[in-house]
């Protein structure tokens, strides 16, 4: 049962009503229309959190952006989006300007690219404020403001209001955001991907936060998500979508003790769970032990310090003093929270950034010292996959020459063999080398950074959060592609990631950094299932399980945790 009372009776005037939509693009060199949202209706009372799940393309962002009208001049829609009986799609101008922020707003997936770089978070709130109330002075609107900062979690609100967006972190974005979302009290609030790229310390505050929005305001949230995890944790109800369409709708609990449809039985089957690896042929959870001996070392850190200088020239230790091996043929899995080092100390690692002090070897050469072609010779050795590959891909050029990039560079000949060698071998149509990036979907363009990343047969891959944008059956796609690669061609890995699924999906051992330094370290089970570390501990318990029962439980037990304390 969700957090709603079983049998509560369903509003007469929902909040939000979406009856019948329908939303066609004009297909690339006039190729007719296509149709990106066929037919949709959802409901949604006040109070109540609603989740869309659906993988990329299945038409969810298009249906929440319809809400605000924010479709693009292009876009062809019928039906009817209804924000307090008033239907969203017959505005426009000054009438549609005052129901969004008043009556509706949105919170997006990615703040960084949605705040103004150029202006202070405490200007863009307040502007947020003036729009809509008449007369506030801007003094007024900074005081109000401070407070929704302060309603949203952020401490020290009045000093933040004079910081710039890439002066906060991740979680702190995403706060801000919501804070100019919820500015002028409005009836509904969507949330489109609002935790995707945070971890989950990060990510279970703000989902404590969208609870406590519902409860304090009574807000109606529609929640757009590819996280089961999230659903399960926040959602009343669930609505599926595929390629457009509403495949199914169930209350939470109804929704994952049994799904009917069978998109819906494929999408939660692809769900990555933590469990202990035990015997496949038993079902008993493997016993943790002692370390295995460690092999000869693809990649052997030690006392690695990577310093970065602050304000007023203070220096910042991102990673200080750590010390780690990923033995051949390894795969380590590095966890920690946004701005614990990972992806620093993951850099160091090929020679992306310079140490202040310590070693990496690599194979048994040191790289911190090496320059000019030795330095060239040990990264040959390497290849990364980044998180963002639509950023990491050149878009001026092909896929196949940014595959071959590498090639190039190191003046590998049979460039061509090669590329189509690599493209099957990450189950892509050798045809798509003649492709653009942006011609392909997320999934695919990760497939193309984790080709580009074996082009040279390297030694050890350093994946830095490689699926953490991709929706739950692309990601189990990708991961799937991934450990098939791993185990035929033995490269050693350091995987960094926030999702603690996946570290025990792809992982032989688990390293925990917290606040640059490293915590705990150990075999896969026993670092996942027994830690010794109490951050360790609370990094797992904050990771939402695709299961609404076992969530509700969690929850009950960490507030009456609460209660003893206060």
């Not at 329908?22 to 229309?33: E, Q, R, T």
């Not at 769900?271 to 202990?276: E, G, T, Y």
């Not at 990264?379 to 963002?388: K, P, T």
């Not at 050693?492 to 999702?499: E, G, Q, S």
Request: with cysteine.
């Amino acid at each position: 049962m969700s957090d709603r009372t079983k049998g509560e009776t369903v509003s007469d005037s929902p909040a939000l009503a979406i009856e019948d939509l329908h939303v066609s693009f004009s297909g690339s060199g006039g190729s007719g229309k296509v149709r990106a949202v066929d037919g949709v209706s959802i409901r949604v009372d006040p109070g109540e959190i609603v989740a869309v799940v659906g993988e990329s393309g299945s038409g969810k962002s298009v249906t929440s952006m319809s809400t605000l009208g924010l479709l693009p001049p292009t876009a062809s829609t019928s039906g009817s989006v209804r924000v307090g009986g008033v239907d969203v799609t017959t505005l426009d101008g000054p009438a549609l300007r005052a129901v969004r922020g008043s009556e509706i707003a949105m919170v997006f997936q990615e703040p960084m690219t949605a705040l103004n770089p150029a202006f202070t978070v405490g200007w863009q709130v307040a502007e947020a404020l003036r729009l809509h109330i008449d007369g506030l002075s801007r003094k007024q609107a900074l005081d109000r403001a401070a407070e929704l900062l302060e309603t949203v979690g952020i401490r020290d609100a009045r000093r933040r209001l004079g910081q710039y967006p890439h002066e906060l972190s991740g979680g702190l974005r995403q706060r801000v955001m919501i804070a100019m979302a919820i500015a002028c009290e409005p009836k509904v609030l969507i949330a489109d991907e609002a935790t995707t790229a945070l971890d989950v310390t990060v990510q279970a505050e703000i989902l404590d936060l969208l609870r406590d929005l519902r409860e304090r305001f009574g807000t109606a949230m529609l929640v757009i998500t590819h996280n089961m995890g999230v659903v399960a944790d926040i959602a009343d109800r669930v609505v599926v979508m595929y390629q457009g369409k509403v495949v199914e709708e169930a209350p939470v609990e109804e929704l994952f003790a049994g799904p009917r449809a069978d998109y819906t039985k494929r999408l939660l089957g692809a769900v990555p769970r933590l469990r202990p690896r035990g015997d496949e042929r038993t079902g008993e959870p493997a016993v943790a032990g002692e370390p295995a001996a460690p092999g000869e070392a693809a990649l052997a850190i030690e006392n690695l310090v990577v310093q970065f200088r602050g304000k007023g020239g203070a220096k910042v230790r991102a990673v200080d003093n750590v010390s780690l091996t990923v033995a051949k043929g390894e795969v380590l899995g590095l966890v920690g929270e946004s701005g614990s080092g990972k992806s620093t100390l993951g850099r160091a690692a090929i020679g992306l950034i310079t140490p202040a002090s310590g070693t990496v070897r690599l194979l048994g050469d040191s790289l911190t010292g090496a320059r000019g072609s030795a330095l060239r010779r040990l990264r040959r050795r390497c290849g990364i996959v980044f998180q963002d590959p639509a950023s990491s891909l050149d878009p001026r050029m092909t896929v196949g020459d940014c595959i071959a990039e590498p090639l190039v560079i190191n003046k590998v000949g049979d460039r061509d063999e090669r590329v189509v060698a690599l493209l099957e071998s990450v189950r892509l149509d050798p045809a798509v080398r003649l492709r653009y990036p942006h011609e392909l979907s997320g999934g695919q363009r990760q497939r193309i950074g984790i080709a580009r990343a074996l082009a040279l047969d390297p030694d050890l891959v350093i994946a830095d959060e490689p699926t953490s944008a991709l929706d739950v059956s692309v990601q189990a796609a990708v991961l799937d592609v991934f450990l098939e690669l791993q185990a035929r061609l033995g490269f050693a890995c350091l995987f960094i990631t926030h999702d603690l699924a996946v570290v025990g999906l792809v992982s032989d051992r688990v390293a925990v950094l917290n606040q640059g330094k490293l915590v705990e370290e150990g075999p896969r089970d026993q670092v996942l299932f027994d830690p010794r570390e109490d951050y360790t501990r609370r990094l797992i318990s904050s990771a939402p399980v695709p299961d609404p029962v076992e969530q509700r439980e969690r929850r009950a037990r960490a507030a009456e945790l609460r209660a003893a304390r206060d």
